[in-house]
């Protein structure tokens, strides 16, 4: 099992701005693609953005533009930046990983709340 850390959510007005992180913590595992998924309430889990270790990133294409993920520097870790926020961006954010014999691992989540 990888444990995966997630901090960054919270509560915000419409039009501002979060950064989520994720890190995979005290894991030998390697981790080839690192992502964030979301579910909104009484809605299914949706993808949000993924990328590999080598930099591929992969978006939903209703988050394209005002979203953005990007790999730490230090190993095994991932941010998600929202821009532009919308009241139905609220969600739980999940953090998930993929290694490299494609075992998926998922963190707790974290609640980001906008605002109107």
């Known amino acids: 099992q990888v444990p995966l850390v997630e901090s960054g959510g919270g509560l915000v007005q419409a039009g501002e701005s979060l950064r989520l992180s994720c890190a995979a913590s005290?894991?030998?595992?390697?981790?080839?693609?690192m992502g964030w998924y979301r579910q909104a309430p009484g809605k299914q889990r949706e993808l949000v953005a993924t990328?590999?270790?080598?930099?591929?990133?992969n978006y939903a294409d209703s988050m394209k533009g005002r979203f953005a993920i990007s790999r730490g520097n230090a190993r095994n870790t991932v941010y998600l930046q929202l821009n532009s926020l919308k009241p139905e961006d609220t969600a739980v954010y999940y953090c998930?990983?993929?290694?490299?014999?494609?075992?998926?691992?998922w963190g707790q989540g974290t609640q980001v709340t906008v605002s109107s």
């Open positions: 005290g894991s030998a595992v390697s981790i080839h693609t």
């Open positions: 998930t990983a993929r290694d490299y014999q494609a075992r998926n691992y």
């Open positions: 990328i590999t270790q080598g930099g591929t990133t």
